[in-house]
């Protein structure tokens, strides 16, 4: 979903983590996990579901639409990949999480396919990957 805010984008990611370890997501359990109010949340998912991306019932809880559900999986799934990346580059879990946080949302389609080959590459090779540590 080119041109999703890094909101919408935050909340689509939370939303399906939520769905995928506890089976639902909830207006609370979504504040819980971003850090912040519940009436924030609540402004939002009413926003996603006037977008179609969700499926809101007031006091019961939240569904992602099909819709919702593919834009999610792609942000989840370019979350990973930097994660996968940076991981091989040997970087610490701070820096993996500080930096995947701050690229995921302005990494553009070319670039994550780049680094979609040479994370690629870099599983194949571990004598490469230890030389690119060695230089780190």
Do not use: C, W
Not at 93 to 114: M, N, Y
Request: charged fraction near 25%; avoid cysteine; hydrophobic fraction near 45%.
């Amino acid at each position: 979903m080119r041109g999703a805010s890094t909101a919408v984008e935050d909340y689509l990611e939370r939303i399906l983590e939520l769905v995928n370890s506890k089976g639902y997501a909830r207006v609370v359990d979504i504040a819980s996990a971003l850090k912040i109010s519940q009436a924030s949340v609540t402004n939002m998912v009413q926003r996603l579901d006037n977008d179609g991306l969700l499926k809101y019932e007031k006091y019961r809880g939240l569904v992602l639409t099909p819709a919702g559900e593919k834009v999610a999986r792609q942000i989840a799934h370019r979350h990973q990949l930097l994660t996968d990346f940076l991981q091989l580059l040997g970087l610490s879990k701070r820096v993996i999480h500080q930096d995947v946080e701050g690229l995921e949302h302005h990494i553009s389609p070319p670039t994550l396919k780049a680094i979609a080959a040479l994370t690629g590459v870099l599983r194949k090779q571990p004598a490469l990957r230890a030389r690119l540590r060695a230089n780190a």
